[in-house]
């Protein structure tokens, strides 16, 4: 069903830039995306423009460039560091005469291309689908002039109708699977909290090193490699910290930016084991030098997940590649750590990112009772989600009386919620 680009596929890659805040991508990336995809890209197009053209994205003229590009090297596909629409597709498939990609489409092979596990194989076939739902008539053109109008109407347009409906189904199959795997894995992490293992994530942008970190820290051998994507599947390792603590970590797929929200949707069990996370180790290549835009596009779609409130420590990767950078440790005004510089290549610094997780979690828990009114029952779940009550009682008005135990970061997060603010004021630490 899935076109697929072969290995070794010659490409041309169409870079445009538009002044629009947020339409902006980056040529280099779109470059690394196409290679670790299996393509080899003989040309680059670029050039500027106020806004996207409604037929072809570009104009008529930039089209002609690319045709002459196509035909000079013999190219089979064309690569867009853009989102098309599926009109736009067609229009260029039609005039360039080969297979034309937008950035989503490119990103979603990668990710078939990646995925290993059975349930990474079915949240990638998932957003493919929903992708491809949008773009279901490029498959009948030539039945074009029997989709609609008197005496025009015929068996083109039943079999458009036929392959929605077949596309839906498997689409309601693979969500039904994908909750059973959700339900497994809420499972895992229920086992956790009882055992009061807590999760530490690791999130970053795509090639940032996290991979490489992950097996320095557990001695795995989870796969690494230098270009985007290289890990899709996420695994989980237990890890012992200095004083007995044990805690599991996860690695997880890199985000980029304008991450496919198809892709966002699709991996949401993949995803929850970031938002239900206790700890994120947010990885930057410190060697890049748009480290900070990426760290924005982190942030961005942490936010966008759910993540964005859960506390983070910033992990300086890659410090081997920078000249007189040492590997250090940075604590806030309180002693908390902020960020670790390190090399994961190396090992160089790997004792202070330990050290800066354990003392995370050796920090001191607020001990209170709490007097709960029976309205309160959302908060009352939110503590039990976070294993702080030690022991309830129920009064004979409704009222719940509640023994809590609570680290200062969860109670802070718990009072930036409206409804819960007014509630916790009298929690405080006894000890």
Not at 131 to 156: A, C, Y
Not at 257 to 267: I, M, Q, S
Not at 366 to 391: E, K
Request: proline share 4%.
């Amino acid at each position: 069903m899935f076109e697929r680009p072969k290995s070794g596929e010659r490409a041309v890659l169409v870079h445009l830039e538009l002044p629009q805040e947020g339409n902006q991508e980056d040529l280099q990336e779109i470059e690394e995306l196409a290679v670790s995809a299996g393509a080899v890209p003989v040309a680059v197009v670029t050039g500027t423009r106020k806004s996207p053209d409604a037929k072809l994205f570009v104009g008529s003229g930039k089209a002609e460039e690319i045709l002459a590009a196509v035909q000079a090297h013999e190219a089979e596909l064309v690569l867009f560091n853009h989102a098309l629409s599926p009109a736009q597709e067609r229009n260029l498939e039609r005039v360039l005469q080969c297979r034309v990609l937008d950035r989503t489409g490119l990103i979603l092979d990668i990710f078939a291309q990646r995925a290993r596990s059975h349930e990474g194989k079915l949240q990638v076939e998932l957003a493919q689908l929903r992708h491809l739902s949008t773009r279901l008539v490029r498959g009948w053109t030539h039945l074009e002039r029997q989709k609609g109008g008197i005496g025009l109407r015929g068996p083109g347009e039943t079999q458009l109708e036929t392959d929605r409906r077949l596309l839906s189904d498997r689409i309601r199959q693979l969500q039904k699977r994908l909750e059973k795997v959700d339900r497994q894995r809420e499972q895992g992490r229920r086992a956790r909290r009882r055992a009061e293992l807590p999760t530490v994530s690791l999130v970053g942008y795509t090639n940032a090193g996290k991979s490489t970190l992950f097996n320095r820290l557990t001695t795995a051998q989870v796969y690494a490699a230098d270009q985007l994507f290289a890990t899709l599947d996420p695994t989980l390792r237990r890890v012992d910290l200095p004083g007995g603590k044990r805690i599991v970590l996860a690695d997880t797929v890199g985000f980029i930016r304008h991450l496919p929200h198809d892709l966002v949707a699709a991996f949401r069990a993949t995803l929850q084991e970031t938002r239900e996370a206790d700890l994120l180790l947010h990885i930057i290549d410190a060697s890049d030098p748009e480290r900070q835009a990426k760290i924005g596009q982190v942030q961005a779609v942490l936010a966008e997940i759910g993540a964005g409130e859960i506390p983070q420590i910033e992990v300086y990767n890659k410090i081997d590649l920078q000249e007189q950078v040492q590997p250090q440790l940075e604590r806030d005004s309180d002693g908390r750590p902020l960020r670790v510089h390190l090399s994961a290549m190396t090992g160089a610094g790997m004792e202070l990112l330990i050290q800066a997780v354990a003392d995370f979690f050796h920090e001191e828990l607020l001990q209170s009772r709490l007097l709960l009114p029976p309205s309160a029952g959302r908060l009352r779940a939110a503590l039990y989600a976070i294993d702080a009550v030690r022991q309830e009682q129920v009064e004979e008005n409704g009222t719940w009386l509640l023994d809590v135990e609570i680290k200062a970061h969860n109670l802070a997060l718990l009072r930036k919620q409206q409804d819960f603010a007014s509630l916790l004021p009298s929690l405080r630490a006894e000890g």
